[in-house]
């Protein structure tokens, strides 16, 4: 039988575009979970460089990783600054019923 070599799924790999970013980030928000929200922004500054994002939205990189984790739990100051330093926009909209 012929072995298989698994490899750890990142989503980061898939992240190229900015539009690859704000579809995840989306359908994230969709769901509606804060983890899966948080962690999605670590995943998006992840794609663009955390260093960058840190210096970007005035906090260090452990901090952010620490954050943005799927253990952290961030001020939603904090996940605006991360925003922001993305480049990105949190926009509400009337759910139809």
């Known amino acids: 039988m012929k072995k298989v070599k698994l490899k750890k799924w990142d989503v980061v ?10 579809l995840y980030l989306e359908a994230c928000l969709e769901d509606g979970d804060p983890a899966l929200i948080t962690a999605a922004l670590g995943d998006i500054a992840r794609a663009r460089g955390m ?3 840190a210096r970007e939205a005035g906090l260090s990189r ?18 605006m600054k ?16």
């Not at 943005?68 to 739990?73: D, Y």
């Open 13 to 22: 790999e898939h992240l190229k575009t900015e539009e690859d970013m704000v």
């Open 51 to 53: 260093s960058q994002v």
């Open 62 to 79: 452990e901090s952010l990783y620490k954050a943005l984790s799927g253990e952290g739990n961030p001020e939603f100051a904090t996940v």
């Open 82 to 97: 991360v925003v922001k330093a993305l480049g990105l926009r949190l926009r509400a909209e009337q759910v139809s019923t």
